[in-house]
């Protein structure tokens, strides 16, 4: 388990159909993904310390996982 505030929390994961699915908590604010369409769809631009931001946690939650030797994949 990582417990880092810039990363979501594994809660479980299954194999279904040769299928895996990993159940991950909830991220109350959406995904970067979502944030982006938002804007996209305002037609308006993201500020730059925003995405300062973004990239900041996103460096330390993967900082995080390295650290503990965890593999990631980003979809």
């Not at 330390?60 to 593999?71: D, T, V």
């Amino acid at each position: 388990m990582v417990s880092c505030p810039h990363s979501c929390s594994y809660c479980d994961a299954f194999v279904e159909k040769d299928n895996l699915y990993i159940i991950m908590e909830f991220a109350e604010g959406g995904d970067i993904g979502r944030q982006i369409e938002k804007f996209k769809k305002a037609n308006k631009y993201i500020k730059e310390d925003t995405i300062w931001s973004y990239v900041i946690q996103i460096c330390r939650g993967l900082n995080e996982m390295h650290g503990r030797s965890i593999l990631h994949r980003v979809r």
